[in-house]
């Protein structure tokens, strides 16, 4: 039956809704990907540590992607299946009764509630907190809100909803306000016991009403309604076509990455680093530094930590302050930057020359979950060449990920054999390398990198019925391209490194780095 749908055309389109930039990709039943389509936008960054953006923009970008790929295809309108929409997580706008926007949105890398975050610890308490929602007091979304009420108290009060950003453009395209599961549950707000609920009793502890949030929490891979006349006038897309609800980033990366079992870790090499398994049950927890929960669109828990700087955005900085000359080689030879770039990694051993890279640019993840930080580098010589801060960045994410796979095995007591990489970075063989022989384990990367916009196209094949179960959209639509594997000399380097140097780096200059941040701030408000 599905070989018939497929030379028929049927397809599907994933969106993703990114931090600074939105991507759409049409997919064929078998996960091909038959058109694609990239739009940019702007992050504002009003003050230090402040990241907003106008929800406008998505929605913009979100109706220039479909037009773009329903036009400029052969493929015949009448044989889109549907559409879901995937996400950059936490991120909110407030909006009114006709949900407009009546402020930028506040992103999910915005780190302005730190002491919203204290307060909460204080109040109700870090384990309290993390045991009725799965995620302890940290950057999500809520505390964003208590940001809101307790700054710009006449804002907060004319607010009608909070929506993330999903159930923004969701609404635009059907007429309907709902949210998901895994869009809610990064909130910090949801009962993760029962996560078609918010979790009221912290919502008031916290002082904040829940009645400002989206009433209606649907599971993924559940149509939330069709494309209307109004929206189709604007997006290409025929009346009619069914918008099925998808999840945040990170859970489609994992899906359309192919994580679908215990064992697995799949880590994403993208503006943010996260690590990602699957829980058959509601794991352990009690120990809230550890890890944070996530819900996959097949409805399974998922234990995500996180590195809030990854290989983009490291990569990024580093290029902008200190590759001009290999952008310039780039350029002379003709070929692509961000490839001569990675591959400066190849002409330095293991170990970098001793330069060593704690990735805490913008701010901790587990277990630490320091907002107010800094990255640390060690080791610069004046022998250090570029090469070797591209490596020390590569190796300090891996050696991160190393931390987090041990907080995640002992969440599920389940070890874990294998990776599986996705986001821009997979794109690299080095980076790949690199992580098998730091990790230990294979590595495996998958056919598209648009694993994302792959996950939300999953989610639509299967709600809207060409597939059964997303066991078999999985099967279907996944493909695996290359695998690594670790490299036994290096591996036993990486793992005294790691063991005798790595893991104290932070731990020495962490009161240090702390320190020096409280004392700026002092000076700033004087």
Same mark, same amino acid.
């Given at each position: 039956?599905?070989?018939?749908?497929?030379?028929?055309?049927?397809?599907?389109?994933?969106?993703?809704?990114?931090?600074?930039?939105?991507?759409?990709?049409?997919?064929?039943?078998?996960?091909?990907?038959?058109?694609?389509?990239?739009?940019?936008?702007?992050?504002?960054?009003?003050?230090?540590?402040?990241?907003?953006?106008?929800? *406008?923009?998505?929605?913009?970008?979100?109706?220039?992607?479909?037009?773009?790929?329903?036009?400029?295809?052969?493929?015949?309108?009448?044989?889109?299946?549907?559409?879901?929409?995937?996400?950059?997580? &936490?991120?909110?706008?407030?909006?009114?009764?006709?949900?407009?926007?009546?402020?930028?949105?506040?992103?999910?890398?915005?780190?302005?509630?730190?002491?919203?975050? *204290?307060?909460?610890?204080?109040?109700?308490?870090?384990? *309290?907190?993390?045991?009725?929602?799965?995620?302890?007091?940290?950057?999500?979304?809520?505390?964003?809100?208590?940001?809101?009420?307790?700054?710009?108290?006449?804002?907060?009060?004319?607010?009608?909803?909070?929506?993330?950003?999903?159930?923004?453009?969701?609404?635009?395209?059907?007429?309907?306000?709902?949210?998901?599961?895994?869009?809610?549950?990064?909130?910090?707000?949801?009962?993760?016991?029962?996560?078609?609920?918010?979790?009221?009793?912290?919502?008031?502890?916290?002082?904040?009403?829940?009645?400002?949030?989206?009433?209606?929490?649907?599971?993924?891979?559940?149509?939330?309604?069709?494309?209307?006349?109004?929206?189709?006038?604007?997006?290409?897309?025929?009346?009619?076509?069914?918008?099925?609800?998808?999840?945040?980033?990170?859970?489609?990366?994992?899906?359309?990455?192919?994580?679908?079992?215990?064992?697995?870790?799949?880590?994403?090499?993208?503006?943010?680093?996260?690590?990602?398994?699957?829980?058959?049950?509601?794991?352990?927890?009690?120990?809230?530094? !550890?890890?944070?929960?996530?819900?996959?669109?097949?409805?399974?828990?998922?234990?995500?930590?996180?590195?809030? !700087?990854?290989? !983009?955005?490291?990569?990024?900085?580093?290029?902008?302050?200190?590759?001009?000359?290999?952008?310039? *080689?780039?350029?002379?030879?003709?070929?692509?930057?961000?490839?001569?770039?990675?591959?400066?990694?190849?002409?330095?051993?293991?170990?970098?020359?001793?330069?060593?890279?704690?990735?805490?640019?913008?701010?901790?993840?587990?277990?630490?979950?320091?907002?107010?930080?800094?990255?640390?580098?060690?080791?610069?010589?004046?022998?250090?060449?570029?090469?070797?801060?591209?490596?020390?960045?590569?190796?300090?994410?891996?050696?991160?990920?190393?931390?987090?796979?041990? &907080?995640?095995?002992?969440?599920?007591?389940?070890?874990?054999?294998?990776?599986?990489?996705?986001?821009?970075?997979?794109?690299?063989?080095?980076?790949?390398?690199?992580?098998?022989?730091?990790?230990?384990?294979?590595?495996?990367?998958?056919?598209?990198?648009?694993?994302?916009?792959?996950?939300?196209?999953?989610?639509?094949?299967?709600?809207?019925?060409?597939?059964?179960?997303?066991?078999?959209?999985?099967?279907?639509?996944?493909?695996?391209?290359?695998?690594?594997?670790?490299?036994?000399?290096?591996?036993?380097?990486?793992?005294?490194?790691?063991?005798?140097?790595?893991?104290?780096?932070?731990?020495?200059?962490?009161?240090?780095?702390?320190?020096?941040?409280?004392?700026?701030?002092?000076?700033?408000?004087?």
């Amino acid at each position: 039956m599905i070989e018939k749908t497929c030379q028929r055309g049927e397809y599907v389109i994933g969106v993703d809704v990114g931090t600074s930039s939105a991507k759409a990709c049409t997919f064929d039943l078998f996960g091909n990907v038959v058109e694609e389509a990239h739009v940019d936008y702007k992050v504002l960054t009003p003050r230090p540590g402040w990241r907003e953006q106008k929800a *406008e923009w998505w929605w913009e970008a979100t109706v220039k992607l479909l037009k773009e790929l329903i036009e400029k295809g052969d493929l015949d309108k009448k044989n889109l299946k549907g559409i879901a929409i995937t996400h950059q997580r &936490l991120t909110f706008v407030p909006v009114d009764r006709k949900i407009e926007p009546i402020y930028n949105a506040i992103l999910w890398n915005d780190i302005r509630c730190s002491k919203e975050v *204290e307060y909460a610890r204080e109040t109700i308490g870090e384990a *309290e907190i993390f045991r009725k929602t799965g995620v302890a007091p940290g950057y999500w979304s809520i505390y964003k809100i208590l940001w809101l009420k307790n700054n710009i108290e006449k804002l907060y009060e004319n607010t009608y909803k909070f929506v993330l950003v999903p159930d923004f453009i969701c609404y635009k395209l059907t007429g309907n306000l709902v949210t998901t599961q895994s869009a809610a549950i990064l909130t910090g707000a949801l009962d993760v016991h029962n996560p078609n609920k918010w979790r009221t009793d912290i919502i008031r502890a916290l002082g904040l009403d829940e009645s400002k949030l989206v009433d209606e929490i649907l599971p993924s891979g559940v149509i939330i309604g069709e494309v209307t006349e109004e929206a189709s006038k604007v997006t290409s897309v025929p009346a009619g076509v069914p918008v099925v609800t998808a999840a945040g980033d990170q859970p489609c990366g994992t899906l359309g990455a192919g994580l679908r079992k215990e064992g697995q870790v799949a880590v994403n090499g993208g503006t943010s680093c996260t690590s990602e398994v699957i829980s058959e049950a509601l794991p352990r927890l009690d120990d809230p530094r !550890s890890y944070y929960l996530e819900i996959s669109p097949t409805g399974k828990y998922i234990l995500e930590t996180t590195i809030p !700087s990854g290989g !983009s955005d490291l990569m990024k900085w580093f290029r902008e302050n200190f590759g001009h000359k290999l952008v310039e *080689e780039a350029i002379s030879k003709q070929i692509d930057v961000w490839t001569h770039i990675y591959d400066q990694a190849k002409y330095c051993g293991a170990g970098s020359l001793g330069v060593m890279l704690v990735p805490y640019f913008n701010s901790a993840g587990p277990p630490y979950w320091d907002l107010d930080t800094g990255g640390v580098v060690i080791g610069l010589t004046t022998d250090t060449r570029p090469s070797h801060f591209i490596r020390a960045i590569m190796e300090g994410l891996a050696f991160e990920v190393k931390r987090h796979t041990r &907080l995640l095995e002992s969440g599920t007591g389940v070890k874990i054999n294998e990776l599986l990489m996705y986001g821009g970075s997979s794109r690299s063989d080095i980076w790949n390398q690199i992580f098998s022989d730091v990790i230990g384990v294979k590595v495996l990367v998958p056919e598209t990198p648009e694993t994302t916009s792959l996950g939300a196209a999953i989610c639509a094949a299967m709600g809207s019925g060409v597939y059964k179960s997303f066991e078999e959209a999985i099967q279907n639509m996944v493909h695996i391209k290359k695998t690594y594997l670790p490299d036994p000399e290096k591996n036993r380097i990486y793992e005294e490194l790691f063991e005798r140097c790595y893991l104290s780096i932070y731990e020495g200059v962490r009161d240090v780095t702390l320190e020096a941040k409280r004392i700026l701030k002092k000076y700033e408000k004087e």
